[in-house]
């Protein structure tokens, strides 16, 4: 009886995006990032725009794989706690998303920001920062806007996967 009553008080299962959609997510994203972050870089360290553009791009690369990862599993564990999708979150838990992707980014970033430019950990660190709050103001702008322009499917015909209870 008891096990019957716990699945009573769990939410019902939510859909999160699907490989295609969250695909299309991360390269928006990335490539959205590159345009708006590459002159800031390129204005604020002087570096050459190409080097401001290769550094991003290396990031971008390595984000992007990290991003997929930890957009699907933040999904699938807020589907499976509040029964939420994605493109209903609440504003509250749009900038914990935001701040823990960036937060996490910046563990991949950093080692790479120092083979690239040649910086010293410390300095490192400090551009990893500063590249870690420009994206996360980006972050939460970019899939508030993705989120309303392309809603996760509230039914299992559309761009999304249905959790099994």
Same mark, same amino acid.
């Given at each position: 009886m008891v096990g019957a009553e716990a699945a009573v008080d769990r939410p019902a299962p939510a859909?999160?995006?699907?490989w295609r959609e969250r695909a299309l997510q991360t390269l928006a994203f990335e490539l959205g990032g590159m345009l708006i972050v590459a002159p800031?870089? $390129?204005?604020?360290t002087g570096a050459s725009a190409l080097d401001s553009v290769l550094l991003l791009a290396c990031l971008s690369m390595a984000v992007m794989l990290w991003m @997929?990862?930890?957009n699907t599993?933040?999904?699938? +564990?807020?589907a499976r706690f509040t029964g939420i999708v994605a493109s209903?979150?609440? $504003? *509250?838990?749009r900038v914990l998303h935001?701040?823990? %992707?960036e937060?996490?980014? @910046?563990? +991949?970033? =950093?080692? !790479?920001?120092?083979?690239?430019? *040649? !910086?010293? =950990? %410390?300095? @490192? %660190? +400090? @551009?990893?920062? *500063? !590249?870690t709050l420009?994206?996360? !103001?980006?972050?939460y702008l970019f899939h508030l806007a993705f989120d309303r322009l392309r809603p996760v499917p509230q039914t299992a015909g559309g761009a999304c996967v249905e959790l099994p209870r």
């Open positions: 859909p999160i995006r699907n800031i870089w $390129h204005l604020a @997929a990862l930890y599993v933040f999904d699938v +564990v807020e209903d979150r609440p $504003h *509250g838990r935001a701040v823990g %992707l937060a996490t980014s @910046a563990l +991949v970033t =950093w080692p !790479l920001i120092v083979a690239v430019t *040649g !910086l010293g =950990w %410390l300095e @490192a %660190l +400090v @551009a990893d920062f *500063g !590249l420009a994206y996360a !103001l980006y972050g």
